[in-house]
């Protein structure tokens, strides 16, 4: 890898680590369903992945859940959820955005799939099936969170940030 790329990478990393960070201070809906978030840091994953590639936005992605999980929440069950819906999400991401779906729905489809990834890893280590019936209240909510993710990325993507981020000029 290139100095600039992995000078970039981290950025980007540092920066979706921040996002998540601050997002972890707040509640959303009042807390009605536990550990729900907006998923601000997708905002960074969409953008490497439309700029990248799938293993780097793997990379940025799998980092994030590491770096917040030593600064925040520990290595417990959060964890393997957040873990779990990382990876389920930008593998489906990955695949749609092969298809004519718009960034906006590549956006919903890893929200969906990171509520999915979720409920999975929580049914396997807490050997509990009843955990699927989170699925459909998360299901209900990534997708609007998935549309406002999707179109503050696809804003994102209109200007040409690596650029900016590179003090290159247009």
Known sequence: MKTKRITTISMLTAISVVIAIIESYFT????????????????????????????????????????????????GLNFFFSLGGAIFS???????????????????????????????????????????????YLLLLSIPTGVLIGIIAKRILSYDILKLMNNEKK
């Open 28 to 75: 959303f809906l009042n807390g009605i369903v536990p550990g729900l978030k907006l998923g601000l840091a997708n905002i960074i994953i969409v953008f490497a992945l439309y700029n990248y590639d799938f293993k780097t936005s793997l990379l940025i992605s799998v980092m994030r859940v590491i770096i917040v999980s030593l600064v925040r929440t520990g290595f």
């Open 90 to 136: 930008i593998v489906a991401m990955s695949l749609v955005k092969k298809t004519k779906l718009s960034i906006v729905g590549v956006s919903v489809v890893g929200s969906v799939f990171h509520g999915i990834g979720q409920v999975l890893v929580g049914s396997i280590i807490l050997n509990n099936h009843y955990v699927i019936y989170y699925l459909p």
